[in-house]
């Protein structure tokens, strides 16, 4: 079955970097938009950074990112590791949340409609 595992998370100070890795199996990977969502306590689940399957277009695969994080986080996918990276710079105290990534297939980076989803990994930012 499909599975996927994000790790990575944990504690840093405001202004720091944290790199996620969400390692998919039972799939494949390449056919697969991924994504990563976050959910803080007391909020619904948001969207925060997609990358398309990799065919989806003849150059890299395109990307996009929630106006929170953009110029700060980055997305990218490594197939030959059937994993994704989420690097998260100058975190705020805002960004503390359990992130989740999640895949969709043939997806083009959407920020809703995935069709499988990780079990999280949490991020605290400490002020």
């Known amino acids: 079955q499909v599975q996927l595992v994000e790790s990575g998370g944990g504690l840093v100070q405001a202004g720091g970097s944290l790199r996620l890795s969400c390692a998919a199996s039972?799939?494949?990977?390449?056919?697969?938009?991924m994504g990563w969502f976050r959910q803080a306590p007391g909020k619904e689940r948001e969207f925060v950074a997609a990358?398309?399957?990799?065919?989806?277009?003849?150059?890299?695969?395109?990307?996009r990112y929630a106006d929170s994080v953009k110029g700060r986080f980055t997305i990218s996918r490594d197939n030959a590791k059937n994993t994704v990276y989420l690097q998260m710079n100058s975190l705020k105290p805002e960004d503390t949340a359990v992130y989740y990534c999640?895949?969709?297939?043939w997806g083009l980076g959407a920020t809703s409609g995935y069709d499988y989803w990780g079990q999280g990994t949490q991020v605290t930012v400490s002020s």
């Open positions: 999640a895949a969709d297939r």
């Open positions: 039972g799939l494949t990977f390449g056919n697969y938009a």
């Open positions: 990358i398309s399957w990799s065919g989806a277009s003849t150059n890299f695969p395109s990307t």
